[in-house]
């Protein structure tokens, strides 16, 4: 068993072990008291492992009620938000109320939303279960549902009170959705742990309780220095800017990890082509990404893929942060001016 405590504006723990969701109801009483908890999960998740997790809050005394959304992005939207607070006020949760989000990053993202705009804020407890969630979404303490407009631009800063991460759930992961989580471990070798790429050639599979560890050590640091994203914690959005342009211009049937993988793969060649960084270094990240049967070429063009990259959070007037390797472990905030942006995204998208 691992335990990583983030200090951001609420301190709490990331449990990191195998089979401990069966004592997920024991390791929540310290932080959240015997209350009602409302367990969000997707039909997919519920079916594997929502009776584990209700059998365990209610042996320790909590009264269970459940939420159940469909499984995939669409289910991240407003209608689903609107509909888990109507259910909470249903059910009268009060501020002393706990919810329990158990399935991977869309469930984290809507059920985090609700706790946090809910009676103006109420606790709940992160329970990823697929790899994305257990070294990035899960911790941080962002939470957010899609517009029409584009991926997570409504949201709040709401940090869980524990994240309690059973990394045998990631064993009933198809190769597709584990292949989504590689992208974010691969990105955290990028931006700042060269030992952890390195890590990643022996394998993931093979060493998950420590990859997970390091990702979410990583994260940590980052969000006690800069919580609410204005500066360093920017650096996590490592081929997001391209790859959120990239699932939305796709209706989102390109997946979160693989549009990230063509980001990362993007913005990395176009450091090289700027002569920021090495070309060694970019063929490292490419056959690292193919390893994990993640994809480097984009479907879409530069003019396909620039309006949707000019509408990222990221965005302020007329510059756009972009996050640009120097190498393998020194990624850096570089801001361009929005015109210059497709001529960057073009440079990335040539081999």
Same mark, same amino acid.
């Given at each position: 068993?691992?335990?990583?405590?983030?200090?951001?504006?609420?301190?709490?723990?990331?449990?990191?072990?195998?089979?401990? &969701?069966?004592?997920?109801?024991?390791?929540?009483?310290?932080?959240?008291?015997?209350?009602?908890?409302?367990?969000?999960?997707?039909?997919?998740?519920?079916?594997?492992?929502?009776?584990?997790?209700?059998?365990?809050?209610?042996?320790?005394?909590?009264?269970?009620?459940?939420?159940?959304?469909?499984?995939g992005?669409?289910?991240?939207?407003?209608?689903?938000?609107?509909? &888990? &607070?109507?259910? &909470?006020?249903?059910?009268?949760?009060?501020?002393s109320?706990c919810?329990?989000?158990?399935?991977?990053?869309v469930?984290?993202?809507?059920?985090?939303?609700?706790?946090?705009?809910?009676?103006?804020?109420?606790?709940?407890?992160?329970?990823?279960?697929?790899?994305?969630? #257990?070294?990035?979404?899960?911790?941080?303490?962002?939470?957010?549902?899609?517009?029409?407009?584009?991926?997570?631009?409504?949201?709040?800063?709401?940090?869980?009170?524990?994240v309690?991460?059973?990394?045998?759930t990631?064993?009933?992961?198809?190769?597709?959705?584990?292949?989504?989580?590689?992208?974010?471990?691969?990105?955290?070798?990028?931006?700042?742990?060269?030992?952890?790429?390195?890590?990643?050639?022996?394998?993931?599979?093979?060493?998950?309780?420590?990859?997970?560890?390091?990702c979410?050590?990583?994260?940590?640091?980052?969000?006690?220095a800069?919580?609410?994203?204005?500066?360093?914690?920017?650096?996590?959005?490592?081929?997001?800017?391209?790859?959120?342009?990239?699932?939305?211009?796709?209706?989102?049937?390109?997946?979160?990890?693989?549009?990230?993988?063509?980001?990362?793969?993007?913005?990395?060649? #176009?450091?090289?082509?700027?002569?920021?960084?090495?070309?060694?270094?970019?063929?490292?990240?490419?056959?690292?990404?193919?390893?994990?049967?993640?994809?480097?070429?984009?479907?879409?063009?530069?003019?396909?893929?620039?309006?949707?990259?000019?509408?990222?959070?990221?965005?302020f007037?007329?510059?756009?942060?972009?996050?640009?390797?120097?190498?393998?472990?020194?990624?850096?905030?570089?801001?361009?001016?929005?015109?210059?942006?497709?001529?960057?995204?073009?440079?990335?998208?040539?081999?």
């Amino acid at each position: 068993m691992k335990t990583i405590k983030v200090k951001a504006s609420v301190e709490y723990d990331v449990i990191i072990d195998k089979d401990i &969701l069966s004592r997920a109801g024991e390791l929540s009483v310290p932080v959240c008291g015997v209350c009602s908890a409302c367990i969000v999960t997707d039909d997919t998740v519920d079916a594997l492992y929502s009776r584990e997790l209700e059998e365990s809050l209610a042996s320790a005394g909590f009264k269970v009620i459940k939420f159940v959304i469909p499984h995939g992005e669409a289910s991240k939207s407003t209608a689903s938000l609107v509909s &888990l &607070l109507e259910f &909470l006020a249903e059910n009268k949760m009060t501020r002393s109320d706990c919810i329990f989000a158990l399935g991977g990053g869309v469930v984290g993202d809507l059920a985090g939303f609700a706790a946090a705009v809910y009676l103006r804020g109420i606790k709940f407890i992160q329970l990823p279960t697929t790899l994305l969630a #257990a070294v990035d979404s899960s911790v941080g303490g962002k939470t957010a549902v899609d517009l029409a407009a584009g991926k997570n631009l409504a949201g709040a800063f709401h940090q869980p009170s524990l994240v309690i991460c059973d990394y045998k759930t990631l064993g009933t992961l198809t190769p597709e959705i584990f292949a989504d989580g590689c992208a974010e471990v691969v990105k955290y070798g990028i931006i700042n742990d060269r030992p952890l790429f390195e890590l990643l050639q022996s394998g993931i599979r093979e060493n998950l309780e420590e990859v997970i560890a390091s990702c979410v050590l990583n994260k940590s640091k980052i969000v006690a220095a800069d919580e609410f994203d204005t500066g360093m914690r920017q650096l996590l959005n490592l081929g997001h800017t391209v790859g959120h342009a990239i699932e939305a211009r796709s209706n989102f049937g390109i997946s979160h990890g693989c549009a990230v993988s063509m980001g990362i793969a993007i913005v990395t060649r #176009a450091a090289v082509k700027l002569g920021i960084c090495p070309a060694a270094d970019l063929a490292d990240v490419l056959d690292i990404l193919k390893k994990y049967s993640l994809p480097t070429v984009c479907p879409y063009g530069a003019d396909e893929l620039v309006d949707t990259a000019l509408g990222d959070k990221k965005r302020f007037g007329n510059t756009i942060s972009l996050v640009l390797p120097f190498a393998i472990g020194d990624s850096r905030l570089y801001k361009i001016n929005v015109s210059e942006l497709k001529d960057f995204i073009q440079k990335g998208l040539e081999k």
